[in-house]
């Protein structure tokens, strides 16, 4: 039996590794709590998607102070993405365990490569009389002026994030970041804010679907919530001094690992 | 970087074109800045959210070892959390504590559309709106 101090500690772990690396928590968090601890998957998702709205609102504290955060673009795609968690949550109380952890692998293998194209610099950005807005550059103190492109495809990206969201419990940003910069023409920190404001009321919606399922076990979600939170903090802290190269490379080995053993879980079944 | 601007002192040569952009960006800044104030209502619900639920779950969980038991492995009903907070039960602090969490971002989708009515941009109104009612009804739709 683990104990709550256990918990705890993945938890700070998962934070921990997730702010260092820009992404939410529920990538980690899912594989450790099912393969390390030996928790039903659903029982992961429900601990992870409560941890995944504690980082949201954390971290948008931070961004929303620094007018990062596209409120206009992130309400509108939200309708897409609000949608495609409803019918992902839904699907995910209803569907075979196995299934899920099948699609979890699937989705880590992604991450695991779109991982390599995400680079922080090198960016071009043009108003493009949609949804045009600016801010201020935390670094040159320079207001930086971007608009908005390709938003049908956005809102369809949208819709599938919110989806894989409700189904896995994880936060979407690892779809949402990437479409968002590469795709739509934000620059990247507005990417990752406006894409952290998104993923707090779509990880809201589903987690209440879990709870009303009895999914949500408060020994497990709570130290784990405490444990990302504080995790996050240090993380952020530390984020800098680690060279992100090497950390990057060693992420993407683990989220193999991780893969291989979620598809081992999806064929021979044992939840 | 190469260079550092703040070591030189560019003159130019163009008096209005320099009047006319410092003009455009104390306007920019200005708009900015009430940008701002509205974000740090949000900010504020954000942390105070935070705060509460983060408070409430360590309460529950110092009943827990207070009392000696082993923490709750399943949440109460919705119906049921205020009742077993009042009878200083630690799972009605842990559930609220949830709830309190899970709260605070739609919380914030409800801030945000007194916001854009401060701001009388109703088209964002009612896309915000919108959201809103589609979390509520997703919610709903979850309980079955």
Same mark, same amino acid.
Do not use: C, W
């Given at each position: 039996?683990?104990?709550?101090?256990?918990?705890?500690?993945?938890?700070?772990?998962?934070?921990? /590794?997730?702010?260092?690396?820009?992404?939410?928590?529920?990538?980690?968090?899912?594989?450790?709590?099912? !393969?390390?601890?030996?928790?039903?998957?659903?029982?992961?998702?429900?601990?992870?998607?409560?941890?995944?709205?504690?980082?949201?609102?954390?971290?948008?504290?931070?961004?929303?102070?620094?007018?990062? $955060?596209? $409120?206009?673009?992130?309400?509108?795609?939200?309708?897409?993405? $609000?949608?495609?968690?409803?019918?992902?949550?839904?699907?995910?109380?209803?569907?075979?365990?196995?299934?899920?952890?099948?699609?979890?692998?699937?989705?880590?293998?992604?991450?695991?490569?779109?991982?390599?194209?995400?680079?922080?610099?090198?960016?071009?950005?043009?108003?493009?009389?949609?949804?045009?807005?600016?801010?201020?550059?935390?670094?040159? @103190?320079?207001?930086?002026?971007?608009?908005?492109?390709?938003?049908?495809?956005?809102?369809?990206?949208?819709?599938?994030? @919110?989806?894989?969201?409700?189904?896995?419990?994880?936060?979407?940003?690892?779809?949402?970041?990437?479409?968002?910069?590469?795709?739509?023409? /934000?620059?990247?920190?507005?990417?990752?804010?406006?894409?952290?404001?998104?993923?707090?009321?779509?990880?809201?919606?589903?987690?209440?679907?879990?709870?009303?399922?009895?999914?949500?076990?408060?020994?497990?979600?709570?130290?784990?919530?405490?444990?990302?939170?504080?995790?996050?903090?240090?993380?952020?802290?530390?984020?800098?001094?680690?060279?992100?190269?090497?950390?990057?490379?060693?992420?993407?080995?683990?989220?193999?690992?991780?893969?291989?053993?979620?598809?081992?879980?999806?064929?021979? !079944?044992?939840? | 970087?190469?260079?550092?601007?703040?070591?030189?002192?560019?003159?130019?040569?163009?008096?209005?074109?320099?009047?006319?952009?410092?003009?455009?960006?104390?306007?920019?800044?200005?708009?900015?800045?009430?940008?701002?104030?509205?974000?740090?209502?949000?900010?504020?619900?954000?942390?105070?959210?935070?705060?509460?639920?983060?408070?409430?779950?360590?309460? %529950?969980?110092?009943?827990?070892?207070?009392?000696?038991?082993?923490?709750?492995?399943?949440?109460?009903?919705?119906?049921?959390?205020?009742?077993?907070?009042?009878?200083?039960?630690?799972?009605?602090?842990?559930?609220?504590?949830?709830?309190?969490?899970?709260?605070?971002?739609?919380?914030?989708?409800? %801030?945000?559309?007194?916001?854009?009515?401060?701001?009388?941009?109703?088209?964002?109104? %009612?896309?915000?709106?919108?959201?809103?009612?589609?979390?509520?009804?997703?919610?709903?739709?979850?309980?079955?």
């Amino acid at each position: 039996m683990f104990t709550l101090v256990e918990i705890f500690l993945i938890g700070i772990s998962a934070g921990m /590794l997730g702010a260092m690396l820009g992404i939410g928590g529920g990538v980690i968090l899912i594989p450790l709590l099912t !393969g390390l601890v030996g928790l039903p998957i659903k029982t992961a998702i429900g601990a992870s998607i409560v941890s995944v709205i504690a980082t949201s609102s954390a971290a948008g504290a931070v961004y929303v102070g620094r007018g990062l $955060t596209h $409120t206009r673009l992130s309400m509108t795609l939200e309708i897409a993405t $609000t949608l495609g968690a409803l019918a992902g949550g839904i699907t995910a109380a209803l569907i075979h365990p196995n299934l899920l952890a099948g699609i979890f692998g699937a989705v880590l293998i992604y991450v695991a490569f779109s991982l390599r194209g995400i680079k922080k610099d090198t960016e071009h950005v043009e108003l493009t009389g949609f949804l045009d807005t600016s801010y201020l550059d935390p670094l040159t @103190g320079a207001p930086v002026k971007y608009g908005v492109r390709n938003f049908p495809l956005g809102m369809a990206a949208s819709f599938v994030a @919110g989806n894989i969201s409700g189904l896995l419990g994880i936060g979407g940003g690892v779809i949402k970041v990437p479409i968002m910069s590469l795709v739509m023409g /934000l620059p990247m920190r507005a990417a990752i804010a406006t894409s952290n404001f998104m993923i707090g009321i779509t990880a809201a919606t589903s987690a209440l679907i879990y709870y009303q399922h009895g999914y949500v076990d408060p020994s497990i979600a709570i130290p784990t919530a405490l444990g990302v939170l504080l995790g996050a903090q240090i993380g952020s802290r530390l984020g800098s001094r680690v060279q992100s190269h090497r950390l990057k490379q060693i992420f993407q080995g683990l989220l193999l690992v991780f893969a291989a053993q979620m598809l081992y879980r999806a064929l021979t !079944g044992a939840s | 970087m190469a260079e550092s601007p703040q070591d030189q002192i560019h003159v130019n040569p163009n008096l209005d074109e320099l009047v006319h952009g410092i003009s455009e960006t104390a306007q920019q800044a200005q708009a900015l800045r009430e940008q701002r104030d509205v974000n740090s209502v949000v900010h504020q619900m954000l942390i105070v959210g935070l705060a509460i639920s983060v408070a409430l779950m360590l309460f %529950g969980l110092a009943l827990d070892l207070f009392f000696h038991r082993v923490p709750p492995t399943v949440v109460p009903n919705l119906g049921d959390v205020l009742s077993r907070m009042a009878e200083l039960r630690p799972s009605g602090f842990l559930a609220a504590g949830l709830l309190v969490l899970i709260i605070t971002p739609v919380l914030r989708v409800v %801030g945000s559309i007194f916001a854009f009515l401060y701001e009388r941009d109703y088209l964002y109104v %009612g896309i915000t709106t919108l959201v809103l009612v589609i979390v509520l009804v997703s919610m709903m739709l979850g309980k079955s």
